[in-house]
């Protein structure tokens, strides 16, 4: 009977799934509500963690029950510990979930909801969610090792360092993406910028409270922040409006650039523990409020997407980001599909959490399904908003021009109404003086979120304040991934240079700290300051530049796992891995050649460099940006050139072991019988 | 093993859809009060209430401004070296 039940239960969810991908997939010429998008995504998700996971779990990582984690026989009660499953699956969603998945659907949304929407769906469960629960899994057999280390002694010395490399790219182009992200949202908005700063003498308040008033009570400091937050908000739109105040607020793109990175600075190389750790203890309140709080908006308000399902964009012309479908589509939605990224976090704290083998399918399979809903709600926020809105917002202004008429008139000769007028009242209604070329995607987003919530609760009056919690919740937690990200690149520099010379490898030696801290900065300080200055807005260069990079580290992590997966004598089962990896290295070998070789030059740098080169009149300007676009060329040549090495080494490896010529030996912690199953039995 | 979690998990579904003999709302009261139970060692995990709780245990203090002092010191660096996601 409950088997019955079962397949009843499995074929309707299958049935259901089916109509809402066939509705969002083939419905044209009328706007469809977002629960078709909701709907699709539970049943993709359903189906994917029910019977896709399961069949990974029991025919090809066979997850034993009886086998100790680290967590239980290292526990140190540090880093080690033995948690609760479902503590772990919030710890995780927390670490992974960071602007990637709300930006990149956002910005992929230029070519309609129907790519990004379908990428985002399959990509996470046969591609991201498999490399999370894989390497996590691998992870906890290996005592909790990083994938770098896991690289180095499953496929060879090489393989270790090209991720190393992958690594510290990523962090850098990162971090440069995310300043750049804050830069463009905050530029030419006392509002934002007060709320902004405001958090620093709420968080030096908070960490008063915690060391003095009421030590380690994190939670009710944090709630406590969180109210000054907003009412920081609130006492923002009076800033907003006093001329003489404002004017203080009112800081440009290079100028907010400039205090960003040195931010990043103290960060890294002062000790300034009192403002830092309790930001990122609001950072994770707001974090988790908000995105529990747009999905209720979302289903509460249950709105229609005004953007079609495929835009004219489709043929590579896009204004946000040039480029075809294939590849872009899929390097620009990283963080949502599959993100190289989650492979540290899945080797890193996690492993160490897990109680139970059996665990790991729920915090890394699961947890990406999380964050994949998370990428399927921005997708909605990005598309309830007006097309011609969208790309006014979206577009640089080195495309649509500065003046609005003229960017208005572009976007409507697009096909997309838009009036000069309409985008003045909007921004006027969200408090700000304009919302045009406000690349990188968080406006855009903040506006769709402000639009969800203002309609949910507090209609048309509360709009301004909607946005602008939208762009303090992005800001906030944005600068947080920047100042974690700083000081996890400065210990990797160190820990790099260390095995150079010795002394710099001394992570208290403040002379070895102040000068790696400045070659980490200065390294995402320089492709941050690229795109301030880039007329197309930076993004166009810089996000494809990210997607590469983070896609490149889950080329990494699948080559490992596809490795580990052979020597378990598993080739079976090997296309689990496999086939998104060979996916992955077709996306991200085609994306690196059209990004440096194309001829056109808003796809490839080259091209971009020798028309800026052709141009009558040379100027300083011009020679940075060639020589930006140069630069741009070069390193992702160097991480392809990088990754291609792993590949080839990954492959003759697999030649020699599936042919006999090399043992197949995994490198395991030795098996240790668990005694939570006795405690559970007794 | 595996057929005595599913079982259990199965028994504790039931208790909660049915509840305890003539009154249902109890098992559903029992659910919610678990869930909540795990939602607040969530929150006190990511804002590490819990980890600040092991170390006044591990070293045996009890609850101060030195105390946290020196649980930041010991507990900076591991989390400095933790990467967050994009």
């Keep these: ?682 | 093993m595996r057929n005595q979690e599913t079982v259990s998990s199965t028994q504790a579904t039931a208790r909660v859809w049915c509840g305890v003999a003539g009154r249902p709302y109890l098992g559903i009261l029992t659910w919610l009060s678990q869930a909540a139970a795990v939602l607040a060692s969530l929150l006190r995990e990511l804002f590490d209430e819990s980890a600040y709780s092991r170390f006044l245990e591990r070293n045996r203090m009890s609850s101060s401004t030195s105390a946290y002092a020196a649980f930041r010191k010991e507990s900076e660096r591991l989390k400095a070296q933790r990467p967050k996601c994009c």
């Design chain 1, 1 to 682: 009977m409950k088997t019955v039940l079962r397949i009843v239960v499995g074929a309707s969810v299958a049935i259901l799934a089916a109509l809402a991908l066939g509705k969002i997939a083939l419905d044209r010429g009328e706007q469809i509500n977002a629960m078709w998008l909701l709907l699709a995504a539970f049943g993709v998700y359903f189906l994917g963690y029910r019977f896709y996971s399961k069949f990974i779990a029991a025919k090809l990582l066979v997850l034993d029950v009886q086998r100790a984690t680290p967590a239980e026989r290292l526990d140190n009660g540090r880093d080690f510990v033995p948690t609760n499953k479902w503590v772990v699956f919030g710890h995780h969603f927390a670490a992974i979930a960071g602007p990637g998945p709300l930006v990149g659907p956002v910005l992929a949304a230029q070519f309609g909801y129907l790519p990004g929407t379908i990428w985002i769906l399959l990509g996470a469960i046969f591609g991201g969610c498999v490399q999370d629960f894989l390497i996590l899994l691998f992870s906890v057999r290996r005592d909790g090792k990083s994938l770098t280390e896991m690289a180095r002694e499953e496929v060879g010395r090489l393989g270790g360092f090209v991720a190393y490399l992958a690594i510290i790219s990523i962090i850098v182009i990162l971090l440069a993406v995310c300043a750049l992200i804050v830069v463009n949202a905050l530029k030419a908005s006392p509002w934002g910028v007060f709320t902004i700063a405001m958090t620093v003498p709420i968080a030096l308040f908070m960490g008063f409270y915690l060391r003095r008033l009421r030590p380690g009570k994190v939670l009710e400091s944090s709630a406590i922040g969180f109210l000054m937050v907003l009412l920081a908000i609130w006492v923002g739109q009076w800033v907003s409006r006093n001329p003489v105040v404002s004017s203080w607020f009112r800081w440009s793109g290079p100028a907010l650039a400039l205090v960003i990175i040195v931010y990043g600075f103290a960060a890294s190389a002062l000790p300034v523990w009192l403002l830092l750790a309790p930001r990122d203890y609001l950072s994770t309140f707001v974090k988790l409020g908000t995105i529990g709080m747009l999905a209720l908006g979302i289903v509460a308000l249950r709105p229609t997407l005004h953007m079609p399902a495929l835009t004219r964009f489709v043929d590579g012309s896009g204004p946000i980001f040039a480029g075809k479908i294939f590849p872009f589509a899929f390097i620009t939605i990283a963080c949502g599909a599959i993100s190289g990224f989650h492979s540290l976090i899945a080797s890193g704290t996690t492993p160490k959490m897990i109680r139970r083998e059996p665990e790991t399918r729920m915090v890394g399979y699961g947890a990406m399904i999380a964050e994949s809903m998370v990428a399927v709600m921005a997708m909605i926020a990005a598309c309830v908003l007006q097309p011609g809105v969208y790309f006014a917002i979206n577009s640089p202004a080195g495309i649509v021009g500065k003046a609005p008429e003229a960017a208005a008139a572009t976007i409507r000769n697009w096909g997309f109404p838009v009036t000069a007028e309409g985008m003045h009242t909007l921004a006027q209604s969200v408090g700000e003086e304009t919302l045009y070329n406000r690349t990188g995607g968080a406006p855009a987003f903040a506006v769709g979120m402000a639009h969800i919530f203002s309609s949910s609760l507090g209609g048309q009056t509360l709009m301004a304040i909607w946005y602008h919690f939208a762009i303090m919740f992005e800001a906030l937690f944005i600068l947080t991934v920047l100042d974690a990200g700083t000081r996890v690149g400065r210990f990797m520099i160190q820990d790099a240079l260390g095995h150079v010379w010795k002394p710099i490898g001394r992570t208290s030696w403040y002379p070895s700290i102040l000068a790696t801290s400045v070659l980490i900065v200065a390294a995402w300080g320089y492709f941050l300051w690229q795109g301030v200055k880039d007329p197309l807005g930076g993004i166009n260069s810089l996000w494809p530049l990210f997607g590469i990079a983070n896609q490149l580290l889950a080329t990494v992590a699948l080559c490992v796992a596809t490795t580990i997966v052979i020597k378990m004598g598993k080739q079976r089962f090997m296309a689990v891995t496999l086939v998104p990896l060979l996916w992955l290295v077709g996306v991200t070998f085609t994306a690196s050649w059209h990004k440096i070789f194309d001829p056109n030059p808003r796809v490839g740098f080259l091209a971009h460099a020798r028309q800026l080169g052709l141009s009558a009149v040379p100027s300083l300007d011009a020679s940075r940006m060639i020589l930006n676009d140069r630069l741009d060329a070069v390193v992702t040549g160097l991480l392809i050139f990088l990754v291609a090495l792993v590949l080839v080494e990954s492959a003759l490896l697999w030649g020699r072991v599936l042919s006999g010529r090399q043992a197949a030996a995994v490198k395991e912690s030795p098996f240790v019988m668990t005694r939570f199953a006795a405690e559970e039995q007794g």
